[in-house]
């Protein structure tokens, strides 16, 4: 695992491919522009960019303090997430500031108008004094694997409902390996989950996703911890963040005879609701929850969501801001068949490949930078009411796995956390000698 050395690097602009062309019915988006708003100008424009037209500043590593300053002398109206209690901020009441601080990850979110009259497109390499690192567009992010709900968001919910029922890929015929553990799913018992003697009592879990649904019975007398960062109330009216949620902590015994599909069943719940309705959202959003994330301590921090494209520092900061923290963030490399996606493909960030049932790498899995594997083909877990359960395929559902097993080897010993939790978990996978690294990692997460 590589850490960023940010501080000795001088500051780079990346600039969006829009944000100097934008027409009267789409006026440039702000910093407290609503996400259905920007995912519906970016469809109506037709563009395969995936850049919002706002812009992410990140800053040398400790020097928060002064890159606000820089920005409040550019005369910046300025919001920071410490003006919210737990640092819950509130996208939509940001009202008329142009730009928002995320003070645990270092980073700022800034509106596409205030840029632009600020001259930030245009700043020059600064002086070895000034405290930003780089400014890069922001850009949307979605369910791991689920770039095309941009092209087609306003079919949203045709789109969202096919999901529900088929999975986020198509599923494969009989699996190939058998539940050696009656009563589990075939992910847990892969993970050797049934048989360890941990339940994830007293760590935090933070499920950034579409929310959670809130009342489903398999939950009932669980404690929630939840914000939302979207503008939309926490409840999960998509279904990807439930389903996430119950792999991660799901319960030991669910009702009848539905199998056990929970991994740290007695972890501590923190929803972040990141993504919207649609499945849509920004990376301002995620951001926004990431820092909330690491403010509460939760020590894992899991995220079923991104998209395909470069590095971005500021995930890369926020993965090492949880590090120093002793907190571990864990995210889904992509469902589309190529190079890991963001937030991913950040060296600070555990990247999760998918495994199908006889524990070969899922054929829509990306590759490349992988940390480990899980199950990911086939996985039943809770659903939004009324269905209650449903059986989807991903990365987004290779993740859960990992950060459930995270929660219950940091249950083991307080000093489990951070890097040291990260090294746990990569020394303990079961190796699958057949397949690569870059399709693998260090192998099958499996549960102490």
């Known amino acids: 695992m590589a850490t960023s050395k940010s501080a000795s690097r001088r500051m780079q602009v990346r600039r969006p491919l829009a944000i100097t062309e934008t027409s009267p019915a789409a006026p440039a988006p702000t910093a407290s522009t609503s996400i259905e708003d920007m995912l519906l100008a970016a469809q109506s424009s037709g563009s395969d960019s995936m850049e919002t037209g706002r812009y992410i500043v990140t800053f040398k590593e400790g020097a928060i303090t002064e890159g606000i300053k820089a920005l409040k002398s550019r005369s910046m109206r300025m919001a920071d997430a410490r003006d919210f209690e737990g640092q819950s901020l509130q996208m939509e009441a940001l009202g008329d500031a142009d730009a928002v601080v995320f003070p645990e990850i270092g980073a700022a979110l800034i509106g596409a108008p205030a840029a632009l009259a600020h001259g930030l497109e245009a700043m020059s390499e600064p002086g070895a004094d000034d405290p930003m690192q780089i400014v890069e567009p ?5 369910p791991a694997g689920s770039e095309d709900y941009l092209r087609g968001f306003l079919r949203a919910a045709e789109t969202i409902a096919r999901d529900l029922s088929t999975g986020d890929v198509p599923s494969p015929g009989a699996p190939g390996e ?22 994830g009592t007293g760590i935090k879990v933070a499920v950034l996703d579409t929310g959670f649904a809130i009342g489903h019975p398999d939950f009932v007398g669980r404690a929630l911890v939840t914000n939302t960062f979207v503008g939309q109330p926490v409840q999960d009216l998509h279904g990807h963040g439930t389903h996430c949620i119950g792999t991660a902590l799901g319960p030991q015994a669910p009702s009848g005879t539905t ?30 929850g990431m820092n909330w994330a690491i403010a509460n301590g939760c020590e894992v921090i899991s995220m079923s969501l991104g998209g395909q494209g470069p590095v971005q520092a500021a995930y890369t900061a926020a993965g090492q801001a949880a590090l120093n923290r002793g907190l571990l963030i864990i995210a889904a490399a992509g469902n589309a068949g190529g190079p890991t996606g963001y937030p991913a493909n950040s060296p600070t960030i555990m990247s999760v490949a998918s495994l199908d049932p006889n524990l070969q790498p899922s054929s829509f899995s990306n590759f490349g930078k992988i940390d480990i594997a899980a199950p990911g083909r086939d996985i039943f877990s809770a659903a939004p009411m009324p269905r209650r359960y449903a059986t989807m395929s991903g990365t987004s559902m290779a993740t859960p796995h990992v950060s459930g097993c995270a929660a219950l080897w940091a249950q083991t010993h307080p000093g489990l956390r951070g890097v040291a939790l990260w090294n746990r978990l990569r020394d303990t996978a079961r190796k699958l000698p057949l397949f690569p690294p870059s399709r693998i990692g260090a192998g099958l997460v499996q549960a102490p």
Do not use: D, H, M
């Open 138 to 142: 922001e850009y949307f992010v979605f």
């Open 178 to 199: 058998q539940a050696e553990v009656a009563g589990n799913t075939w992910g847990l018992n892969a993970c050797r989950v049934p048989a360890s003697t941990r339940n």
């Open 259 to 288: 199998p056990r599909y929970g991994i740290a069943f007695r972890g501590t719940i923190y929803v972040g609701k990141v993504l919207s309705n649609s499945g849509g959202s920004v990376g301002g959003s995620v951001l926004a």
